[in-house]
């Protein structure tokens, strides 16, 4: 069984138990959240697809904690024009664990 859901703009494909890091998301470690955003539900013999969401499909979650993802670093440069500039980015994600995919 797993699912297909959205958070922070990108997708994730989740089973039961999964570990996984998503955009930031607000909370103590050790609290709940649930997801709403799912897109897509199969069990191995039915699947479900939403337009755009499933309304009876919920995924519970476990904050394990928050953390910063690896530096990427953006270089522009023009050439003959004296012209370079470098900007380096870190993305703060949480890690979550998956508890449970719940259907109504």
Not at 34 to 46: A, H, R, T
């Amino acid at each position: 069984m797993y699912v297909i859901v959205e958070t922070g703009g990108k997708q994730y494909r989740l089973s039961k138990n999964d570990t996984f890091e998503a955009e930031l998301i607000n909370g103590a470690p050790g609290k709940a959240v649930k997801l709403d955003n799912v897109l897509l539900y199969s069990d191995g013999k039915k699947v479900e697809v939403g337009k755009p969401y499933l309304k009876s499909v919920k995924v519970d979650c476990q904050i394990l904690g928050n953390m910063r993802s690896k530096k990427t670093i953006s270089f522009k440069y023009k050439r003959r024009k004296d012209s370079r500039r470098k900007i380096g980015h870190r993305q703060n994600l949480t890690r979550l664990r998956v508890k449970d995919i719940k259907i109504d």
